[in-house]
């Protein structure tokens, strides 16, 4: 089974710097891993994601970076703006979808 | 734009209480999902569909059943409800091809039984 591991549940960064959240996982076999973003009382909405073939994807300030022989994928937020506060999923997409436990991001003024 | 509509963005009801939540979807998308999301717990799947009468089960199916009739339309059914179903529920769609796989939600019902 996989298993998705977000180990940091929350994060303070300062507008303007960049934001890091990193996600681990267990299982190597998957087509994709998607970052989502949550705000409060809404539903996640799809941020962005990569394949299993690439070890980089970018889309404006966001940057997904994958490290197979780690286990590991980090997406990079730069630079960071306080609208970004929010909690951000990791999620991998094989045969289902296994969410990790979310981390909270706050962007400080 | 997918819109996926949740009935009821917030419930309140009492334990025993059989309690529906509704989710509609407007993209003719074949696969339709319930997640409930607790705090450090992420979202946990708890029923999802392929195609209309069909249902899996997902992690946590205990306590819950589903329906769905339409392929528009999929419901989470507590049967009777419990403190410890006290959550966010969350549904998703997506087609079975032609995108990477991502899930569309809606904007969540929050559920408190008492």
């Known amino acids: 089974d996989q298993q998705v591991k977000q180990n940091s549940p929350s994060l303070s960064v300062q507008e303007g710097r960049i934001s890091i959240l990193n996600c681990d996982y267990t299982?190597?076999?998957?087509?994709?891993f998607l970052w989502y973003k949550k705000y409060p009382a809404e539903g996640p909405t799809f941020l962005i994601s990569i394949s299993s073939i690439k070890d980089k994807n970018e889309d404006g300030r966001f940057t997904v970076f994958l490290n197979k022989s780690a286990k590991h994928l980090s997406l990079h937020i730069v630079p960071s703006q306080p609208g970004d506060s929010a909690v951000y999923f990791c999620?991998?997409?094989?045969?289902?979808?296994?969410f990790g436990p979310g981390t909270r991001l706050s962007v400080l003024p | 734009d997918v819109k996926v509509t949740q009935s009821s963005r917030y419930l309140v009801k009492r334990t025993g209480e059989k309690v529906f939540l509704e989710c509609v979807q407007d993209?003719?998308?074949?696969?339709m999902f319930w997640y409930r999301q607790d705090p450090g717990l992420g979202l946990r799947l708890i029923y999802f569909?392929?195609?209309?009468?069909?249902?899996e089960k997902g992690d946590i199916p205990e306590g819950y059943s589903v329906s769905r009739e339409k392929k528009e339309r999929f419901s989470l059914i507590l049967e009777s409800a419990s403190t410890n179903q006290t959550s966010m529920y969350l549904c998703?769609?997506?087609?079975?091809?032609?995108?990477?796989?991502?899930?569309?939600f809606g904007e969540g019902s929050r559920l408190t039984v008492l």
């Open positions: 998703a769609s997506r087609p079975t091809s032609g995108n990477t796989g991502e899930l569309f």
């Open positions: 999620a991998h997409h094989g045969q289902n979808f296994v």
């Open positions: 299982n190597s076999m998957f087509d994709y």
């Open positions: 993209m003719d998308h074949e696969n």
């Open positions: 569909s392929y195609d209309v009468k069909m249902k």
